[in-house]
């Protein structure tokens, strides 16, 4: 399965730089993925991408023509990305996991369509640990989002514990921003643990992979809260250290 893995993950993750990496303005970059969407279009019609992304496309043409890849996926994950561009803020959090839905869930439920997996049980794990993994990361960026002008925290979260957008563009750290950090942990937190028995369902490699994918995520939260929820200061981050324990995690989920 290996390459048609890479193939998903360097398409997403290429995208995803022409998002948010670089110098380029808002304009530029919504060409850029214009651009690139076509090459998408050209690969699913037989035909050949541009060269400017061809060691991108050519070899995911190749993986969805032997897995037959549900296009749409793909085009759902280009549709957050340009999302990203235009929108900086999320009213409440269904409105934040239907951006989910297309920024994140997606590779799951094509990783578990290269190993035939499609039940519905399988496919709401897979969403609510692609989701999770999609909310720690904002809860682990506030440093970084904040400098691009993106407040992922809900804006009725915000309301909730008496926090303006503004604080949050500026990370400013104060007690009613550590406090909705910790329910948006809380919460963050049951939602991966309720995906997590997926990781029981995925063959070899696979299913060691998630479980590390898992227990890394849960990590992270477990980070903020040794920081008592100030990742408005500090980005809370995986080091060396952290593997063994990892490791030691994802043998006790396989027990």
Same mark, same amino acid.
């Given at each position: 399965?290996r ?8 398409f ?14 808002? #304009?530029?970059?919504? $060409?850029? %993925?214009? *651009?690139?969407?076509? =090459? /998408? ?7 050949? +991408? ?11 043409a ?9 296009? #749409?996926?793909?085009? $759902?994950? %280009?549709? *957050?990305f340009?999302? =990203? /561009? ?7 959090? +269904? ?14 439920r ?12 399988? %496919? ?87 479980r ?6 849960l ?14 200061n ?16 994802a ?5």
């Open positions: 399965m390459p048609a893995v890479a193939a998903i993950y360097h997403a993750r290429t995208a995803d730089d022409l998002a948010d990496e670089g110098d380029a303005d808002t #304009a530029e970059r919504q $060409a850029d %993925l214009r *651009a690139y969407r076509a =090459d /998408l279009r050209a690969i699913e019609s037989g035909r050949s +991408p541009s060269p400017r992304w061809a060691p991108v496309f050519e070899p995911l190749r993986a969805m023509r032997q897995h037959r890849l549900p296009s #749409a996926l793909l085009h $759902a994950l %280009l549709d *957050a340009e999302q =990203d /561009l235009v929108k900086t803020a999320y009213a409440d959090r +269904p409105e934040l996991l239907r951006y989910c839905a297309r920024s994140a869930n997606p590779v799951g094509l990783l578990l369509h290269l190993y035939g997996i499609d039940d519905g049980l399988a %496919l709401q794990r897979s969403d609510s640990i692609c989701t999770a993994l999609q909310l720690i990361n904002f809860w682990q960026d506030f440093t970084r989002d904040g400098p691009r002008g993106r407040v992922y925290a809900p804006e009725v979260d915000l309301y909730r514990f008496g926090i303006s957008r503004e604080q949050i563009l500026a990370c400013a750290d104060n007690p009613p921003a550590r406090a909705m950090i910790r329910n948006l942990v809380d919460w963050t937190e049951a939602m991966m643990l309720s995906g997590a028995p997926l990781a029981q369902r995925l063959p070899g490699r696979a299913g060691w992979e998630l590390l994918v898992i227990q890394g995520g990590r992270i939260l477990e980070k903020i809260r040794a920081m008592q929820y100030a990742s408005l500090e980005r809370p981050a995986l080091t060396a250290l952290d593997y063994p324990l990892l490791a030691w995690r043998l006790r989920m396989a027990a």
